[in-house]
């Protein structure tokens, strides 16, 4: 068993003495499209997908001993709206107002980061503290130390990559609306803030910016409804405002991006989402999202949907919670490999961040995202809460959610000022929404 001490001798953490690490053989069993592969058990003839022997891993499992007095802080973001996580069990994945972060920070002056992208439970209570993951090839940590929150961040940045710095206009306020039609109403809403001289440094241009019909996660701007896209940059850029378009992982089957990339094999097996873990795939992504909307003068990317499923998000009520984790964590393993399914947004930050860098040093990167890993930060994304309802209950929780998630060094986090799903008679929200990085009004 291992125990953690200060300089000065005082214990900061430790393993029970029976050990406190624990590995479990397993054999992953991938999902895939039955005409792709030889199935190792199944049992019914006309399924359309089946399962395939992959390799040996194991479930692995990290006990602790925490300080009686200690909190700890950080695991991403959750929307049940947890402070300090002591007494609480928490499931790392991804979901729309879900992020799953392995690391957290402790009052006494440390961070524990580990090192897995599968699925992981965090449970503290009275009978036991202690990290689950589902899969691992090994059992990977870092114990960082640092005495202050500060330099236990700055320790936990020397791991994962540094911030790099957003461009000036970033930290200004943002407009975005469900959704603009048209290149005109974006202009005549940029006139009309500077008509009342209310500040404005980026409009969003929300989802079906595409070409109409079967034009879904096209990355380029429907012909009609925005003729000419450099002049229309332009005149955004001559009122000294910024554009953020709206990007996804998934295409329509049949538009030109999709075609491109079934052509090159980049599909995942759900035949709409691009393989961000591969380094080709994501460079044709950033090649399809240069030539249809940077070379025009796009200034972000508001990189939506990048968990990139859920499995439950057309339900009429919220399942319970061990039901949403089972129904989504399946979804994922179905086109993922399991010791994968939280780091697809890290992935796909990555093909945007260096695919721009790639293209010119001579613009900064901003990119905001619903989703997020360990050592997302170092591609230049700042996260938002998810589609949240606008009630008062959800703003309370939306305060420690933003809290811990920052607490896990990763440095910007906002939210839809005013909520996704509102009630347009009611006016709140915005002096919460004041005080975030990436003040993001939603009408």
Known sequence: AISYFDQNGKRLLQEPERGGKWLTGKTVYNSVVKNSAQSASNNNLDAKRCSMMSRDVFEAKLELVFDENEAIFGFGSHEEGYGNMRG???QLYQHSRKIGIPYF?????????????????????????YLWADVVDELDFYFIYGGKFDSVTRGYHELTGRVPLFPKWAFGYIQ????????????????????????????????????????????????????????????????NVHLMVSVWPSMSDGCANHCEMKKGRFLLDDNSTYNAFVPEA??????????GLFVHGVDAWWSDFSEPFIADWAGAVEPEAHNRL??????????????????????????????????????????????????????????????????????????????????????????????????????????????????????
Not at 108 to 122: A, E, K, R
Not at 385 to 392: I, K, L, P, Q, R
């Open 282 to 291: 994501r460079a044709c992504y950033w090649n399809q999202t240069n030539t």
């Open 326 to 443: 089972i129904m989504n964590i399946q979804h994922f393993k179905q086109y993922l490999d399991p010791d994968l399914i939280n780091a697809y947004s890290l992935q796909h930050a990555k093909a945007i961040y260096d695919g721009q860098r790639g293209t010119t040093l001579n613009k900064r990167v901003f990119i905001l995202t619903r989703s997020a890993y360990a050592g997302q930060h170092r591609y230049a994304t700042a996260v938002w809460s998810g589609d949240t309802c606008a009630t008062w209950e959800t703003l309370r929780r939306c305060i420690p959610s933003g809290f811990n998630f920052c607490a896990t060094g990763e440095a910007f986090w906002t939210v839809d000022i005013g909520g996704f799903f509102i009630n347009y008679d009611k006016e709140m929200w915005f002096w919460r929404g004041d005080y975030s990085e990436g003040c993001r009004g939603t009408t």
């Open 176 to 239: 975005s609306k469900e959704r603009y039609i048209n290149a005109k109403e974006i202009v005549d809403v940029v006139d009309e803030y500077r008509r009342r001289r209310i500040s404005l440094d980026l409009i969003a241009l929300d989802w079906r910016s595409w070409p109409s019909g079967n034009g879904w996660g096209q990355k380029s701007l429907d012909p009609t409804r925005f003729p000419d896209p450099t002049s229309f940059l332009n005149a955004l850029h001559k009122r």
């Open 88 to 90: 609480k069990q928490c």
């Open 105 to 129: 920070v402790s009052t006494l002056g440390y961070g524990v980061l580990l090192d897995c992208c599968s699925l992981i439970t965090f449970h503290d209570d009275a009978l036991g503290s």
